[in-house]
T-cell receptor, first 107, second 115 residues
Framework: KNEVEQSPQNLTAQEGEFITINCSYSVGISALHWLQQHPGGGIVSLFM???GKKKHGRLIATINIQEKHSSLHITASHPRDSAVYICAVRSGNQFYFGTGTSLTVIP | DTAVSQTPKYLVTQMGNDKSIKCEQN?????MYWYKQDSKKFLKIMFSYNNKELIINETVPNRFSPKSPDKAHLNLHINSLELGDSAVYFC??????????????FGQGTRLTVV
């Protein structure tokens, strides 16, 4: 069993829809990261969270430390949001990664 | 002004060859990492260095050897390449601040194809 589980694995949405991607983890963490991997392969760090909620443009990330759960929300989704979204947690100097959620936003 | 840069971006090579992937960060971070992303997009840590010292060494074949000449560089050398080594390799760095949280920065990845 992976230390980090994401759901769903694949997600297709119509442009404009509100999207939620979930992440659950089983280890003690000091931080949780949401990463975006574009079709070309490059990885961009979207958020780093240790508590509460962060917002950047149309992206919102929340974390519940007690429940060991985080969500990434995308409001008013757009085709350029199509990518793989990866949840990663930091435990000490170790990072554990989820297998990613492949998002396709259709115009 | 790239924070974490990897070279080359693409590498195609024959089985049995020895190759190196270079990574440099200009962020002044103390800790650098190498990750392997397999065909299922799963990222696995391979090595972690802090101030040129190896601190994480996951179970990888000893054909893989990291080299850190200084804390801004962490190169990955692979001997006797095998077909199963084909993957995308990511370098990353983070600032070590004791118990404080820190953001990780990733390179763009190196797509290695062994033929």
């Amino acid at each position: 069993k992976n230390e980090v589980e994401q759901s769903p694995q694949n997600l297709t949405a119509q442009e404009g829809e509100f999207i939620t991607i979930n992440c659950s983890y089983s280890v003690g963490i000091s931080a949780l990261h949401w990463l975006q991997q574009h079709p070309g392969g490059g990885i961009v760090s979207l958020f780093m969270l240790s508590s509460g909620k962060k917002k950047h443009g149309r992206l919102i990330a929340t974390i519940n430390i007690q429940e060991k759960h985080s969500s990434l929300h995308i409001t008013a989704s757009h085709p350029r949001d199509s990518a793989v979204y990866i949840c990663a947690v930091r435990s000490g100097n170790q990072f554990y990664f989820g297998t990613g959620t492949s998002l396709t936003v259709i115009p | 002004d790239t924070a974490v840069s990897q070279t080359p971006k693409y590498l195609v090579t024959q089985m049995g060859n020895d190759k190196s992937i270079k990574c440099e960060q200009n962020l002044g971070h103390d800790t650098m990492y190498w990750y392997k992303q397999d065909s299922k997009k799963f990222l696995k840590i391979m090595f972690s260095y802090n101030n040129k010292e190896l601190i994480i060494n996951e179970t990888v074949p000893n054909r893989f050897s990291p080299k850190s000449p200084d804390k801004a560089h962490l190169n990955l050398h692979i001997n006797s390449l095998e077909l199963g080594d084909s993957a995308v390799y990511f370098c990353a760095s983070s600032r070590r601040q004791g118990i404080m949280n820190t953001e990780a920065f990733f390179g763009q990845g190196t797509r290695l194809t062994v033929v």
